[in-house]
T-cell receptor, first 112, second 114 residues
Framework: DAMVIQNPRYQVTQFGKPVTLSCSQT?????MYWYQQKSSQAPKLLFH???????NEADTPDNFQSRRPNTSFCFLDIRSPGLGDAAMYLC???????????FGPGTRLTVT | AQSVTQLGSHVSVSEGALVLLRCNYS??????LFWYVQYPNQGLQLLLK??????LVKGINGFEAEFKKSETSFHLTKPSAHMSDAAEYFC????????????FGTGTSLTVIP
């Protein structure tokens, strides 16, 4: 089945220690998104790629970076995680911007 | 900018009762409309969508939603709630003309009482 895969499902990192979350897709979609979701809140868009074009949301902290080496993979790098970065991180894809998005299962990040 | 309002952050219904989750959008141009469901510690799953055509759309798990342009609404319904419907539900819209932005509502947590 075509799908969006996120690894790991649970990640624990130390305060200030860089961490990378990964996302892969077998849908061959052009657009990939990274969202941050805190408890009982809606997902908040951090950035997205349309093919290789990177689009950063204005209020995404500089601490968050992303890479998309090819169509299938996208990475979220948190350079110096703070306690406030503990959240669920969701990857999503869509065939084009504005169309329905398909979400992965998420990575729950804990910062100790 | 578009805004999406979900009335009622928490809704409780009895098993077998009607489920009604409300969603209103602000755009004067009808957007694309979506409902997603999220179970604990899971990603979001698309329930149904409206882009064009018939205003009553049917989705998975017995859910349906009706687009009402005059009311700028896209409420989600299910005739008979099941225990497995307990989850968080998000309404989302994307702007039809630009298609550049996807806006989520704040979510409604559905509890099903046995």
């Amino acid at each position: 089945d075509a799908m969006v895969i996120q690894n790991p499902r649970y990640q624990v990192t130390q305060f200030g220690k860089p961490v990378t979350l990964s996302c892969s897709q077998t849908l061959n979609h052009n657009v990939m998104y990274w969202y941050q979701q805190k408890s009982s809140q809606a997902p908040k868009l951090l950035f997205h790629y349309y093919d290789k074009d990177f689009n950063n949301e204005a209020d995404t902290p500089d601490n968050f970076q992303s890479r998309r080496p090819n169509t299938s993979f996208c990475f979220l790098d948190i350079r110096s995680p703070g306690l406030g970065d503990a959240a669920m991180y969701l990857c999503a894809t869509s065939r084009a911007q504005g169309l329905e998005q398909y979400f992965g299962p998420g990575t729950r990040l804990t910062v100790t | 900018a578009q805004s999406v309002t979900q009335l009622g952050s928490h809704v409780s219904v009895s098993e077998g009762a009607l489920v009604l989750l409300r969603c209103n959008y602000s755009s004067s141009v009808p957007p694309y409309l979506f409902w997603y469901v999220q179970y604990p510690n899971q990603g979001l799953q698309l329930l149904l969508k409206y882009t064009t055509g018939a205003t009553l759309v049917k989705g998975i798990n017995g859910f349906e939603a009706e687009f009402k342009k005059s009311e700028t609404s896209f409420h989600l319904t299910k005739p008979s709630a099941h225990m497995s419907d307990a989850a968080e539900y998000f309404c989302a819209v994307s702007e039809r003309n630009t298609g550049n932005q996807f806006y989520f509502g704040t979510g409604t947590s559905l509890t099903v009482i046995p």
